[in-house]
């Protein structure tokens, strides 16, 4: 009598389901990660467009209060940019706050950057 060679019908089955949930954990672990570093990037972007902005303010200087909405194409994305300014900051400086969003997205009032900086 011989012998037979290999695995089973069971050992494959299970194999394979052992295979196909690995698999399956893996593709969610991957599709989050994903996402996430989407989010992370508009929110980069974001936060640089906040910094440019306030940094044109120091140079060009700003009336002593007013509210404005802006819109800046960078990175293939269009961005909302509000600009609040106040004139009671200390030492007589004045407050700046920038609040920049995707521009569907601001709309709503979901933005990704909020950058205050005080300026002469």
């Known amino acids: 009598m011989t012998t037979a060679k290999g695995f089973t019908l069971l050992e494959i089955m299970i194999a394979l389901t052992i295979f196909a949930v690995m698999s399956a954990c893996f593709l969610t672990i991957a599709s989050n990660h994903v996402g996430n570093a989407g989010y992370l990037e508009d929110k980069t972007l974001a936060m640089m467009i906040a910094a440019n902005e306030a940094n044109r303010l120091r140079v060009q200087g700003l009336p002593d209060s007013y509210a404005t ?3 800046e ?5 269009e961005w909302e940019i509000h600009l609040d300014t106040d004139s009671g900051g200390p030492f007589g400086t004045r407050k700046a706050t920038i609040k920049v969003g995707l521009k569907a997205d601001a709309a709503r009032g979901n933005y990704l950057a909020d950058l ?3 300026l002469p």
């Open 116 to 118: 205050t900086t005080f």
């Open 69 to 71: 909405r802006q819109y």
């Open 73 to 77: 194409t960078m990175a293939a994305r």
